[in-house]
């Protein structure tokens, strides 16, 4: 699968025809669809304390539903890569979006826990279908030079997702409730598929990889040397992040003022992707993760100290929540690099692994983080500092074994 520049600039993708252009570029579809997907993923955590209400559970059981969210899309990923291979992207990728929406509908009109964990598992499979297929398509549409661009847009509707689509979720479950915000979700995954059928070119599906294949990699040292870590240091942002309204309230946020810690964390979470990107080809991965995972640790120290004192100044709250956020998605560009460097040659797969093992981070972070949550805020927050270090520790034991591969 290939793109051919033609002298209008246009793409194409059987050499001879360029793509009939619609009101928007492909890629910025393509984008709306990652965000879809990240407010998706991350809206609950606006919204858990009055989800659980509605559905007469603990704040911890209704955090058990972006478990299982994460922990599908995790096993789920490598499993739908293989059987929709050679699916026509377009169909591929409007299909995973009408799952996701009909999901999101689904959960919205949830009676019970038990149904809202059913809606979150199918749509956990719209998810996978959707992102990394989105991300390869993205960058076939456009012309070489242009493919990182491409990509980085693509795959940064899910960073934006973290920064707009949680602070919009808890703005819109606070005037309509909970069950509107995933319906808007739901509504939102409808227009984007009527947008990639409109603007994005038939691109023919793939050849079929084996299951086997696509996990030999595992085997790799090298390779186990790193992707481990993408889960430790997911898990410790997320057992405390999964309930981020109870455990702000914790360090006495006012409800009036949790609107804008957690813009001030997904600010935090876009300017932490960024910079980790340019700071990883200056000085290596290994030292942005070290950074990323000390200041992880001791903003997530500071806030179970300040949990633990009952006091609270908001500057010095809003400013930890931002570094938390920031060292939280800092990992990503330069893990993703790390595991390039010791396998080129399987870059795609082993992103599309990394990927896994961010929803399964996500997942260990949010059990940990509800198994916790009763024994208060404090805990939450000690805990998530533990495994941040815990993480800095395993990488700088890993290091030796991956430091003639990474920087």
Same mark, same amino acid.
């Given at each position: 699968m290939?793109?051919?520049?033609?002298?209008?600039g246009r793409p194409?993708?059987?050499?001879?025809?360029?793509p009939?252009?619609?009101?928007?570029s492909?890629?910025?579809?393509?984008?709306?669809?990652?965000?879809?997907?990240?407010?998706d993923?991350?809206?609950?955590?606006?919204?858990?304390?009055?989800?659980?209400?509605?559905?007469?559970?603990?704040?911890?059981?209704?955090?058990?539903?972006?478990t299982?969210?994460?922990?599908?899309?995790?096993?789920?990923?490598?499993?739908?890569?293989?059987l929709t291979?050679?699916?026509?992207?377009?169909?591929?990728?409007?299909?995973?979006?009408?799952?996701?929406g009909?999901?999101?509908?689904?959960?919205a009109?949830?009676?019970?826990?038990a149904?809202?964990i059913v809606?979150?598992?199918i749509?956990?499979?719209?998810?996978?279908?959707?992102?990394?297929?989105?991300a390869?398509?993205?960058a076939a549409?456009?012309?070489?030079? #242009?493919?990182? /661009?491409?990509?980085?847009m *693509? !795959?940064?509707? +899910?960073?934006?997702a973290? $920064?707009? @689509? %949680?602070p919009?979720?808890?703005?819109?479950?606070?005037? #309509?409730?909970? /069950?509107?915000?995933l319906? *808007? !979700?739901?509504? +939102?995954c409808?227009?984007? $598929?009527? @947008? %990639?059928?409109l603007n994005?070119?038939?691109?023919?599906?793939?050849?079929?990889?084996?299951?086997?294949?696509?996990?030999?990699? +595992?085997r790799?040292?090298?390779?186990?040397?790193v992707?481990?870590?993408t889960?430790l240091?997911m898990?410790?942002c997320?057992?405390?992040?999964?309930?981020?309204?109870?455990v +702000?309230?914790?360090?006495r946020?006012?409800?009036?003022?949790?609107?804008?810690?957690?813009?001030?964390?997904?600010?935090?979470?876009?300017?932490?992707?960024?910079a980790?990107?340019?700071?990883?080809d200056r000085w290596?991965?290994v030292?942005?993760?070290?950074a990323?995972?000390?200041v992880?640790a001791?903003?997530?120290?500071?806030?179970?100290?300040?949990a633990?004192?009952?006091g609270?100044?908001?500057?010095?709250?809003?400013?930890?929540?931002?570094?938390?956020?920031?060292?939280s998605w800092?990992?990503?560009?330069?893990?993703?690099h790390?595991l390039?460097?010791?396998?080129?040659?399987?870059?795609p797969?082993?992103?599309?692994l990394?990927?896994s093992?961010?929803y399964?981070?996500?997942?260990?972070g949010?059990?940990l983080?509800?198994?916790?949550?009763?024994a208060?805020?404090t805990?939450?927050?000690?805990?998530?500092?533990?495994?941040?270090?815990?993480a800095?520790?395993?990488?700088?034991?890993?290091?030796?074994?991956?430091?003639?591969?990474?920087?």
């Amino acid at each position: 699968m290939s793109s051919v520049s033609i002298p209008s600039g246009r793409p194409t993708i059987d050499g001879k025809h360029p793509p009939e252009p619609g009101p928007l570029s492909s890629t910025s579809v393509l984008a709306l669809g990652t965000f879809a997907v990240g407010t998706d993923a991350f809206v609950v955590a606006g919204f858990l304390p009055s989800m659980a209400d509605s559905l007469h559970v603990s704040q911890a059981a209704a955090g058990q539903s972006v478990t299982v969210f994460a922990a599908a899309y995790a096993v789920l990923s490598p499993v739908l890569a293989t059987l929709t291979a050679r699916v026509p992207r377009r169909i591929l990728l409007i299909s995973a979006l009408l799952t996701l929406g009909a999901a999101n509908l689904l959960s919205a009109l949830a009676p019970s826990l038990a149904v809202l964990i059913v809606s979150r598992i199918i749509a956990a499979a719209g998810a996978a279908a959707y992102t990394p297929n989105a991300a390869a398509v993205g960058a076939a549409l456009v012309r070489p030079e #242009l493919r990182a /661009r491409a990509l980085a847009m *693509v !795959v940064g509707g +899910l960073t934006v997702a973290t $920064a707009l @689509g %949680v602070p919009l979720g808890n703005v819109i479950s606070h005037w #309509l409730g909970w /069950r509107s915000t995933l319906g *808007v !979700v739901a509504a +939102l995954c409808l227009v984007i $598929a009527v @947008g %990639v059928r409109l603007n994005m070119p038939e691109v023919p599906g793939n050849p079929r990889v084996a299951l086997r294949t696509r996990l030999a990699a +595992l085997r790799r040292p090298t390779v186990l040397a790193v992707l481990p870590l993408t889960v430790l240091g997911m898990g410790a942002c997320y057992t405390a992040y999964a309930y981020s309204v109870p455990v +702000l309230e914790g360090v006495r946020v006012p409800e009036g003022a949790m609107l804008w810690m957690l813009i001030l964390y997904g600010l935090g979470a876009v300017l932490g992707n960024v910079a980790a990107g340019y700071a990883t080809d200056r000085w290596g991965s290994v030292r942005v993760l070290t950074a990323g995972y000390l200041v992880m640790a001791l903003a997530l120290g500071a806030l179970a100290w300040i949990a633990a004192a009952h006091g609270s100044v908001q500057p010095v709250v809003g400013l930890l929540v931002l570094l938390w956020g920031a060292s939280s998605w800092c990992q990503t560009p330069p893990q993703q690099h790390r595991l390039i460097q010791v396998a080129p040659q399987e870059a795609p797969l082993l992103v599309s692994l990394n990927s896994s093992g961010i929803y399964l981070g996500i997942g260990l972070g949010t059990v940990l983080g509800g198994v916790t949550l009763p024994a208060g805020t404090t805990a939450v927050y000690a805990l998530g500092a533990a495994l941040a270090a815990a993480a800095l520790l395993f990488l700088r034991i890993t290091a030796r074994t991956t430091k003639t591969h990474a920087g």
